[in-house]
């Protein structure tokens, strides 16, 4: 026989008992009828989700470009064209929450830049040729690696690391350009010389179209390319940006 204990209290009444609470969930919320489509309302539902990254342009169906920056494995960029397109690309993956190191011969040109982002914070640092140091790079706090060095970039002493993407920057064709090339996951193409276009066709495998356009390219114009997929992209800088950086150019 079960017995019951009797504490000399009266019982609660519903309104007076404790809710409750199931951890890690909270209170229950209020009871609802589900929501029920039938099969012709589902086609109806869309969901503008894009990629996550980093909108560096515009395709040709004015469709945002959306550059994935930041992985769980070390990411190569490589961009044969301007410093105002790194700086800008730099500048949107800081007011992402990422955070910028330059490895420079010019620091002059960057440190602008490296003043006005973040809003006062240190999210920007700037460093000679051959001092830059591990970052610590964390899917809390990635890094973007910046090395613009010439024509000629020296090997990285930096080691590669998860969510850490370097982007080395080729103001044109140099002799070591095979191996940055070679070496990226994503490769930004600006104007360059038709015979530069021809060599970089042949180390890409770019159509025809492609190596007869680049020549031609206006200055914020980069084509994108990876092994498998191509993109032309256009860059207009917002009012911020462009008080920063000024107009889009292909030389500096």
């Given at each position: 026989?079960?017995?019951?204990?009797?504490?000399?209290?009266?019982?609660?009444?519903?309104?007076?008992?404790?809710?409750?609470?199931?951890?890690?969930?909270?209170?229950?919320?209020?009871?609802?009828?589900?929501?029920?489509?039938?099969?012709?309302?589902?086609?109806?539902?869309?969901?503008?989700?894009?990629?996550?990254?980093?909108?560096?342009?515009?395709?040709?169906?004015?469709?945002?470009?959306?550059?994935?920056?930041?992985?769980?494995?070390?990411?190569?960029?490589?961009?044969?064209?301007?410093?105002?397109?790194?700086?800008?690309?730099?500048?949107?993956?800081?007011?992402?929450?990422?955070?910028?190191?330059?490895?420079?011969?010019?620091?002059?040109?960057?440190?602008?830049?490296?003043?006005?982002?973040?809003?006062?914070?240190?999210?920007?640092?700037?460093?000679?040729?051959?001092?830059?140091?591990?970052?610590?790079?964390?899917?809390?706090?990635?890094?973007?690696?910046?090395?613009?060095?010439?024509?000629?970039?020296?090997?990285?002493?930096?080691?590669?690391?998860?969510?850490?993407?370097?982007?080395?920057?080729?103001?044109?064709?140099?002799?070591?350009?095979?191996?940055v090339l070679n070496a990226a996951d994503l490769v930004g193409l600006q104007r360059i010389s038709p015979q530069e276009s021809e060599v970089v066709g042949r180390m890409l495998s770019l159509g025809p179209r492609d190596v007869t356009t680049l020549p031609t390219l206006p200055d914020n114009v980069t084509l994108w390319a990876t092994r498998m997929r191509r993109q032309y992209v256009?860059?207009?800088?917002?009012?911020?940006?462009?008080?920063?950086?000024?107009?889009?150019?292909?030389?500096?």
């Open positions: 026989m079960a017995y019951q204990t009797y504490s000399g209290q009266a019982p609660q009444s519903v309104e007076q008992r404790q809710v409750r609470v199931r951890p890690g969930f909270g209170l229950r919320g209020p009871r609802r009828e589900k929501h029920v489509l039938t099969v012709d309302e589902l086609s109806a539902l869309s969901f503008p989700v894009g990629d996550d990254g980093v909108v560096v342009g515009v395709d040709q169906q004015q469709q945002p470009t959306v550059m994935g920056l930041f992985r769980p494995v070390p990411y190569e960029v490589a961009l044969v064209g301007g410093m105002w397109t790194a700086q800008l690309i730099a500048l949107r993956a800081a007011a992402t929450g990422a955070r910028i190191a330059v490895e420079t011969g010019r620091p002059q040109a960057w440190a602008p830049m490296a003043q006005a982002a973040g809003g006062g914070q240190p999210c920007v640092t700037v460093h000679q040729v051959g001092r830059l140091g591990a970052q610590g790079a964390s899917v809390a706090s990635p890094v973007l690696v910046v090395r613009d060095l010439g024509a000629r970039p020296s090997r990285s002493r930096l080691s590669a690391a998860p969510w850490q993407t370097t982007l080395t920057v080729l103001p044109y064709l140099g002799p070591n350009a095979s191996r256009l860059t207009n800088p917002g009012e911020a940006e462009t008080q920063v950086l000024g107009i889009p150019r292909r030389m500096d």
